[in-house]
Every structure is written in structure tokens, then in C-alpha cells.
């Protein structure tokens, strides 16, 4: 799986737009980016997947630019249930039999504040 | 559709003894994977099971260990506890598509 950057952590105010990047420069052709959040003592949740330019779902919207080397999850007027770890992976989709598995790194800490 | 499913969620054991935690996944998905998290490792991959065969392995130790039933259903093993296994203990599975992973509540095993 291609190597992911992301901040360690983010701040923001409850309302507000918070947008958080990923770094994915050696992202394969085949490779497709995707979204985790994870509440405290809980699984990580699936939240967006996406190719190329911009995914829209009622939780959040990835946009990615023309050479995909980067990505950026977008949520809406956050609250304070918001408040998450969130990661960002990058790999091939799946295929019957394929080999690889999921690495997540420290994922970003957001901070949603009254 | 009934969610990832994992038994049991709390777990207390001595250091020595051996446990076995439980998964089922969503139905439909062939491949289950297994994950350990601690504040200091975070999230760090076991192995993945996919029609009853391990297709990947993680950087465990052997005593880590796992299997998967013909109903999908996996249980992952670990023998002769140690204290830094104390963990959050994290089952996925997954359809199709790879990257799209569901996961249960965790099992918190605590080792004492």
C-alpha cells in the first residue's frame, strides 16, 4: 500500500467546514484512497472512497486533484460528535484472492470545540 | 444487514493463560481480518482470512494465531498471554471491495 501522510491533529470549531489532507505521492495507478474514522474505544468506520476528482456522500466529500498525489476529506459544519481520529489509506480495491493488507497510521486527531 | 459482531467484548486474563476471541462477520463477506490497538502501536494488522485460508500475516509473533470456519465466522487465538498484550482487539470484514472494512465493537482483553 502506497505510504500516507496526514497532521497529527486538528482543532476546529463546531459549525465550521474542516478539511484535512493526505499526502500519497508514490499512489499506483490502481490505487484507490479512502477514508476511516474511529471513535475513542471503538472500531474504525468507513466513511468515503474515491478515484479520482470529487466523491460526495451524506457523511463527508473527497476531493482529489488530477495527479492524485494528495486527497482531502471534507466535513460539512461539524459538531462535536465529529470529534475522531481519522485516517487515510490508500490501495487497490479488492479482488477475489488479491494479497496486501490494510496499514493505518496515526491517522489525524480532530478536535470539534463548543 | 446485521454488523460485524465480536465475542466477547471484555476479557480480564493472567499472564500465562491462553484466549481465544470470537467474529462474525457481515453477511456475504468472504474475507475477516484481525487487529490489534494500543495508545502507543495504534492500529497494527494480525492476518487476514479469506475462504477459511490465511491470505495475509502480520508482524506477530506465533503466538498469535487464527482460523476461519466455512461460515465465514474466525476466531483468533493467543497462547501464553503476556502483559503487553493487553489490547482493543479489532475484527473486520470486508466484501469485494478491499478497502471497505467493517468493523465490530472490539474486544478489550486486559492482562494481568
Known amino acids: 500500500l502506497a505510504k500516507t501522510t496526514q497532521p497529527i491533529s486538528m482543532d476546529s470549531y463546531e459549525g465550521q467546514e474542516v478539511n484535512i489532507t493526505c499526502s500519497h505521492n508514490?499512489?499506483?495507478?490502481?490505487?484507490?484512497i479512502t477514508w476511516y474514522q474511529q471513535f475513542p474505544s471503538q472500531g474504525p468506520r468507513f466513511i468515503i472512497q474515491?478515484?479520482?476528482t470529487k466523491v460526495t456522500n451524506e457523511v463527508a466529500s473527497l476531493f482529489i486533484p488530477a495527479d492524485r498525489k494528495s486527497s482531502t476529506l471534507s466535513l460539512p459544519r461539524v459538531s462535536l460528535s465529529d470529534t475522531a481520529v481519522y485516517y487515510c489509506l490508500v490501495g487497490d480495491t479488492a479482488i477475489w484472492g488479491s494479497q496486501g493488507n490494510l496499514i493505518f497510521g496515526k491517522g489525524t486527531k480532530l478536535s470539534v470545540k463548543p | 444487514k446485521a454488523g460485524v459482531t465480536q465475542t466477547p467484548r471484555y476479557l480480564i486474563k493472567t499472564r500465562g493463560q491462553q484466549v481465544t476471541l470470537s467474529c462474525s462477520p457481515i453477511s456475504g463477506h468472504r474475507s475477516v481480518s484481525w487487529y490489534q490497538q494500543t495508545p502507543g502501536q495504534g492500529l497494527q494488522f494480525l492476518f487476514e482470512?479469506?475462504?477459511?485460508?490465511?491470505?495475509n500475516k502480520g508482524n506477530f509473533p506465533g503466538r498469535f494465531s487464527g482460523r476461519q470456519f466455512s461460515n465465514s465466522r474466525s476466531e483468533m487465538n493467543v497462547s501464553t498471554l503476556e502483559l503487553g498484550d493487553s489490547a482493543l482487539y479489532l475484527c473486520?470484514?470486508?466484501?469485494?471491495?478491499?478497502?471497505?472494512?467493517?468493523f465490530g465493537p472490539g474486544t478489550r482483553l486486559t492482562v494481568t
Open positions: 482470512y479469506f475462504s477459511e485460508t490465511q491470505r
Open positions: 508514490n499512489i499506483a495507478t490502481n490505487d484507490y
Open positions: 473486520a470484514s470486508s466484501g469485494v471491495k478491499k478497502l471497505e472494512q467493517y
Open positions: 474515491g478515484y479520482k
